[in-house]
């Protein structure tokens, strides 16, 4: 793919969208980042449900840490991984508290120094909550490179360091969530929507669909 197809679909993908966000429902970057753990494999409804009844009770490190691991796996019990994501959520606040005063670092080392939080989860953390230009490469992101041909890769890294390279600057704050949706919604995996699609006369994927 181009250069100028490429910042075409960009260009489409703003003017549809100009300020695209995450679906998980927050207001400070340590719900954020208790809400993008828990979303691992789990849907961002099944966290927002969780969160809601999570938040009211403690949407703060020490709160967390009050709450305790059992009422915090009470707490978010609905939620598959439940036990696990507790026991790194607990420890992430005790790390919070003692390295960064209970504040969320914005940088990528002292993100990925936090249990359970790899390079997906802190892009997440660095793009929404503090602004940068990362993206995340999920399974939808990385669906839509390769179908598309944007920005094809063997692996999740070879994908995000070539959407890296190649999104358009003026593109590359939003693209994350641009990709994401786009991929959520439209570009789904068994059936893509290319009939509707935005993109498709741009899109070099060879066995599209108009149903």
């Not at 100028?4 to 703003?14: D, S, V, Y």
């Not at 490190?61 to 939620?79: M, V």
């Not at 490469?137 to 190649?166: Q, S, W």
């Not at 009939?195 to 060879?206: F, M, N, S, T």
Request: hydrophobic share 40%; with cysteine.
């Amino acid at each position: 793919m181009n250069a100028a197809k490429r910042t075409e679909i960009f260009r489409r993908l703003a003017a549809a969208n100009p300020e695209p966000t995450t679906e998980l429902h927050y207001t400070t970057p340590f719900e954020l980042l208790v809400a993008v753990l828990l979303s691992a494999q789990a849907t961002d409804k099944g966290v927002n449900k969780a969160t809601a009844r999570l938040f009211p009770l403690a949407n703060t490190p020490q709160a967390i840490l009050d709450l305790g691991e059992a009422g915090l796996r009470e707490q978010i019990r609905t939620i598959g991984l439940y036990q696990s994501k507790a026991r790194h959520l607990i420890a992430t606040c005790h790390l919070l508290l003692e390295r960064h005063g209970g504040e969320v670092p914005a940088t990528r080392a002292e993100l990925e120094a936090l249990p359970g939080v790899g390079r997906k989860t802190a892009n997440v953390i660095l793009n929404t909550a503090f602004g940068q230009p990362t993206i995340a490469v999920d399974t939808h992101i990385f669906r839509v490179a390769n179908r598309t041909r944007i920005a094809p890769g063997k692996d999740v890294r070879e994908v995000e360091e070539r959407l890296i390279r190649r999104v358009p600057r003026a593109f590359l704050q939003h693209a994350h969530h641009w990709l994401i949706l786009h991929g959520r919604y439209t570009c789904i995996a068994r059936k893509p929507r290319c009939g509707a699609c935005l993109i498709e006369d741009l899109c070099e994927y060879r066995d599209k669909r108009e149903d």
